[in-house]
């Protein structure tokens, strides 16, 4: 038993032995990458100008996440949906990515005409080098400007300009986007909430029902939601609730 220990024990070495030179063999025939970033003085104006664009370019990829839900018809949505979700009393179903990505969809489909008005009037012309980007810039947020206009209160954008301490403007052009934009998102809260408001109302009832029925049988350590959920979730496939909400949303951006 002992030999047979030894042996194992030198052919494990000779093995050792063997392998190890190979593998330093084949890493040292490994080609290595070699990673250089230069910083140097430019020679041609040109060359700041295209480093600045860059610069800009980032900065404003960085603001998309914000644009896309203050802008948009992103706010309305998710927060009906979170409603929804409430007044059905399911906890974390649907999960967030699902309401999230629900919402990022018909934010699409919602603004895909403003969309188009954008890509016409100021992204194609620009990319045709017919007009500056300054110009595609002010062009490409004339559609946004309207569409936040349809849906912001003339109170709630009084608000901001006042404390802006703006001069009263004479047309839409005249206001500045740093009223409209938050204007626009406490009005599309305000219609949210109303929306939320509606959905409550037929679960709240169902769950009245529930509560006061098993209070008259006495059954007081039973917790009232274990049994209108069922209820709940019935009344809401049964009227085909999720059709009529996103109808209700997106009917409301028209």
Same mark, same amino acid.
């Given at each position: 038993?002992?030999? $047979?220990?030894?042996?194992? *024990?030198?052919?494990?070495?000779?093995?050792?032995?063997?392998?190890?030179?190979?593998?330093?063999?084949?890493? &040292?025939?490994?080609?290595?990458?070699?990673?250089?970033?230069?910083?140097?003085?430019?020679?041609?104006?040109?060359?700041?100008?295209?480093?600045? #664009?860059?610069?800009?370019?980032?900065?404003?990829?960085?603001?998309?996440?914000?644009?896309?839900?203050?802008?948009?018809?992103?706010? !309305?949505?998710?927060?009906?949906?979170?409603?929804? !979700?409430?007044?059905?009393?399911? #906890?974390?179903?649907? =999960?967030? #990515?699902?309401?999230?990505?629900?919402?990022?969809?018909?934010?699409?489909?919602?603004?895909?005409?403003?969309?188009?008005?954008?890509?016409?009037?100021?992204?194609?012309?620009?990319?045709? &080098?017919?007009?500056?980007?300054?110009?595609?810039?002010?062009?490409?947020?004339?559609?946004?400007?309207? @569409? $936040?206009? !349809?849906?912001?209160?003339?109170?709630?954008?009084?608000?901001?300009?006042?404390?802006?301490?703006?001069? !009263?403007?004479?047309?839409?052009?005249?206001?500045?986007?740093?009223?409209?934009?938050?204007?626009?998102?406490?009005?599309?809260?305000?219609?949210?909430? #109303?929306?939320? @408001?509606?959905? *409550?109302? =037929?679960?709240?009832?169902?769950?009245?029902?529930?509560?006061?029925?098993?209070?008259?049988?006495?059954?007081?350590?039973? =917790?009232?939601?274990?049994?209108?959920?069922?209820?709940?979730?019935?009344?809401?496939?049964?009227?085909?609730?999720?059709?009529?909400?996103?109808?209700?949303?997106? &009917?409301?951006?028209?």
């Amino acid at each position: 038993m002992r030999k $047979m220990k030894s042996k194992l *024990f030198l052919l494990a070495l000779v093995v050792v032995f063997l392998v190890l030179p190979a593998a330093n063999a084949k890493a &040292e025939t490994l080609p290595i990458p070699n990673l250089n970033i230069n910083v140097g003085t430019a020679s041609d104006p040109q060359e700041v100008v295209g480093s600045l #664009q860059l610069l800009i370019l980032l900065t404003v990829l960085t603001l998309v996440p914000a644009i896309l839900v203050l802008m948009t018809s992103f706010t !309305r949505i998710v927060v009906v949906l979170s409603f929804m !979700r409430s007044a059905l009393a399911t #906890q974390q179903t649907p =999960p967030n #990515q699902v309401l999230i990505g629900l919402a990022l969809l018909l934010t699409i489909f919602i603004m895909s005409p403003v969309y188009d008005d954008i890509k016409t009037t100021a992204v194609e012309p620009y990319l045709n &080098e017919e007009i500056s980007q300054s110009e595609a810039l002010e062009l490409g947020a004339e559609p946004l400007r309207e @569409f $936040m206009f !349809r849906h912001t209160r003339e109170k709630d954008l009084a608000l901001f300009l006042n404390i802006a301490k703006v001069p !009263r403007p004479e047309t839409r052009a005249d206001v500045p986007l740093n009223a409209l934009i938050p204007a626009f998102v406490i009005s599309e809260l305000k219609t949210a909430f #109303q929306m939320g @408001f509606m959905l *409550f109302i =037929p679960f709240l009832i169902v769950d009245m029902v529930v509560a006061s029925t098993l209070m008259s049988m006495g059954m007081f350590m039973l =917790p009232p939601v274990m049994i209108s959920l069922p209820f709940k979730l019935l009344l809401f496939v049964m009227v085909d609730g999720w059709h009529l909400v996103i109808k209700s949303v997106v &009917e409301s951006f028209s």
